[in-house]
């Protein structure tokens, strides 16, 4: 294998097994304690229930941050992996769970601005989410930089790494709506279109833009030997 391409794919392939790996790890923990909690039940639902069950869910999310952080540290030539797990963590968290409850407020009303336009209302998926996949990868590959202590690599991640990664969701996006899986199209939630998209996409996201990761933090680790 060529040198070249190994940090392309050390930061993907840590990007997605650190990220999803956490998240992943967190649902499954999450699924056991709820159903350990007596008088649980996925019909019926409880709050208390619910609020118990997120605990380690979250948990998982956050370690997922942290690992992350590590290993991108790792590939830029860091020896601080406390201060790196911050950065992952703090970088990933905070966005993709404010962007996760703003979403929920934000499409009922966009939905309701393209049906009144007389626009399909499946581009709400893709006006709300690629500009997600941008935000989530630009603002965690800025944290990293940050970690690093970097400020003029810290931007440079956060536009490069943000538009690989909502270049690669809108792709996906579009590849998935030419093959008939359109979001809110008739049929689409016996079939879990939306999931399915949305979880394709996020994956490709993650993929490109740790690519590009791994190779902007080992090029900069070697410039600056």
């Given at each position: 294998?060529?040198?070249?391409y ?6 993907a392939?840590l990007t ?9 790890i967190g649902?499954v923990?999450?699924d056991?304690v709820?159903r350990?909690?007596?008088g649980s039940?996925?019909?019926?639902v409880k709050?208390?229930h619910?609020?118990i069950?997120?605990?380690?869910a979250?948990g998982?999310f956050?370690a ?6 590590m ?7 860091t ?5 790196m797990a911050w950065a992952?963590?703090?970088g990933?968290g905070p966005i993709?769970?404010?962007l996760?409850a703003?979403l ?8 309701a601005?393209?049906?009144a336009?007389?626009?399909p209302?499946?581009r709400a998926?893709?006006l709300?989410f690629v ?5 989530i990868a ?5 944290a990293?930089?940050?970690g690093l202590?970097d ?7 956060l536009w490069?790494?943000g538009?690989v ?6 792709a996906?996006?579009l590849?998935?709506e030419?093959?008939?899986w359109?979001?809110g199209?008739?049929g689409?939630?016996?079939?879990a ?5 949305l979880?394709?996409g996020n ?5 490109l833009?740790g ?7 080992t090029?900069?680790?070697k410039?600056?030997?």
């Amino acid at each position: 294998m060529n040198l070249e391409y190994k940090p392309l794919l050390r930061g993907a392939l840590l990007t997605v097994l650190t990220l999803f790996g956490g998240l992943f790890i967190g649902l499954v923990a999450g699924d056991l304690v709820f159903r350990l909690i007596p008088g649980s039940s996925v019909t019926d639902v409880k709050l208390g229930h619910a609020a118990i069950a997120a605990i380690p869910a979250f948990g998982g999310f956050l370690a997922g941050g942290a690992a992350w952080g590590m290993q991108m540290g790792r590939l830029a030539g860091t020896y601080n992996p406390h201060r790196m797990a911050w950065a992952g963590t703090l970088g990933f968290g905070p966005i993709t769970v404010a962007l996760a409850a703003g979403l929920g407020v934000a499409e009922p009303f966009l939905v309701a601005q393209l049906s009144a336009a007389g626009q399909p209302i499946h581009r709400a998926f893709t006006l709300l989410f690629v500009p997600s996949a941008f935000l989530i990868a630009g603002v965690s590959a800025w944290a990293i930089g940050k970690g690093l202590r970097d400020d003029r690599l810290a931007w440079s991640l956060l536009w490069r790494v943000g538009s690989v990664a909502a270049a690669a969701f809108l792709a996906v996006n579009l590849i998935m709506e030419s093959l008939g899986w359109v979001v809110g199209a008739p049929g689409a939630a016996e079939r879990a279109t939306m999931v399915t998209v949305l979880a394709i996409g996020n994956i490709c996201a993650a993929l490109l833009g740790g690519a590009l990761m791994g190779w902007r933090l080992t090029r900069n680790r070697k410039r600056t030997m």
